[in-house]
């Protein structure tokens, strides 16, 4: 059985101007986590935010009592060189034994021009440490949100499910009503939204038909 749903809105989509408030409101609607994407401006053409707004926001949101718990920020990083703070080589598996040690989960995404086939060594290191907690398909080129969603990016995900049956995969990008079913066939259990939830009239309800989509084929 696929491991459960987890609803991450996207707070690209929130207001910036109410960051906090928005934060704390999105979790009391239901949400999992929150999806905090940080941009540079060099990996995609658009900027957003970085550690301290990061900093500033975890008060609002009371952070997860066990890994992967209600009130994860799942920080989706769009940088050029993500290893620049820390010395690292250009090894990812480098990188995520760092980010092990620091306590966190690893994620590691792949947008729609990279094969899915690039994960298959990452995911089968001998080390623990060195593997991926999680792995995010892009089903929209990244760079900004409230774009159409790519069914083409779905037999990724499709088979990562077949060989990994517990593995978290994470979808984003154009999900949302019409979207989620495709998705969650496919075998995607961590599902992030940003103007479906942020856009919408009723963001509990959202969130509840999101995770139902999910939670049913399970
Ligand atoms: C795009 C971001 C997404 C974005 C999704 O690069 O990674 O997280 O916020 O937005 P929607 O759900 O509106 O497509
Ligand atoms: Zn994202």
Redesign the pocket.
Known sequence: MAPPAIIA?????ADFAKLGEECSRTIAQGADWL?V?I?DGHF?P?ITFGAPVVTMIRPHVDGPEQHFGKGTFDC?M?IAEPRRDVGLQDEPRDLIRYIHEQGMLAGIAIKPSTKVDVLWDVLESPHEKERPDMVLV??????????K?MASELPKVEELRRRYPNLNIEV?????PGTIDQAADAGANVI????????SEDPAQAIKLLREAVEKRR
């Open positions: 809105p996207s707070i690209l989509s999806h994407d941009m995609v658009n989706h769009m892009m089903t929209v080129e990244p760079g900004f949100g409230g774009q969603f984003d990008g154009g999900l949302g992030v939204a940003g103007s479906a939830v942020f856009g």
